[in-house]
């Protein structure tokens, strides 16, 4: 999960490897808030595998490969 | 999870934020003022759980999500502190616990050349990196070092 310069960056970098996903930094900003924003409450709890799967949804990440298993 | 994990859960991170990195298991029970081994079992349980991660050798922390114990390519300034974070998706995560502006320096895989991305208000700011996850979901836990 690494962040790059360019889509060209990426391709070069898989060289040939079946893709994954690529968001924008935007997009993966509003993915880590939905995701780890809430680490560090003192009233934290495990996030079910359903809640995690509504955060994804929820930002529109519905294709089969942002499925959790 | 039991009380008394969440209680060695919720001192670990606290322990994160103050010290800029992830403690040992010795810290935790210092704090706690409980057995280290007290400590190491609430992270097995936490490790089977998925809710952190331990070195190989079970016994201390590798990532506690979105914090890293050992150096990685991803470094994150934030509240006046730096930490490093696991991944990607990671580092931005550190800025989201912290809910904290940040600033976030990596280096493209690819060419190797450094990144920096700042973030202002709960968004990057201006920046036109792009973020790629090479593994789908359904395998995340499958290697969870590797994705």
């Not at chain 2, 114990?69 to 550190?94: E, K, L």
Request: contains cysteine; charged residues 20%.
């Amino acid at each position: 999960m690494n962040l790059f310069r360019s889509e060209e960056h990426i391709v070069r970098w898989l060289d040939g490897r079946r893709p994954g996903q690529t968001l924008t930094a935007a997009q993966l900003c509003d993915l880590a808030h939905a995701w780890w924003g809430d680490r560090l409450d003192p009233d934290w709890r495990p996030h079910s595998r359903e809640q995690n799967q509504a955060i994804l949804d929820g930002l529109g990440l519905t294709s089969s490969f942002w499925t959790l298993p | 999870m039991a009380p008394a994990d969440l209680l060695v859960r919720n001192t670990t991170y606290a322990q994160i934020v103050a010290r800029g990195r992830v403690p040992d298991s010795g810290e935790v029970a210092d704090v706690l003022r409980i057995a280290v081994a007290g400590v190491r079992d609430s992270w097995r349980r936490m490790h089977d759980a998925h809710a952190l991660v331990l070195e190989p050798s079970g016994t201390e922390v590798l990532m506690a999500n979105p914090f890293s114990a050992v150096p990685t390519p991803f470094r994150v300034q934030a509240a006046g502190r730096s930490w490093y974070a696991n991944c990607a998706w990671d580092a931005f995560g550190i800025c989201a616990a912290l809910d904290s502006d940040g600033e976030i320096d990596t280096r493209c895989p690819d060419c190797g050349k450094s990144l920096s991305c700042q973030v202002r208000d709960r968004g990057p700011a201006g920046s036109v990196l792009l973020f790629h996850c090479l593994v789908p979901a359904a395998g995340w836990w499958d290697d969870i070092v590797f994705s």
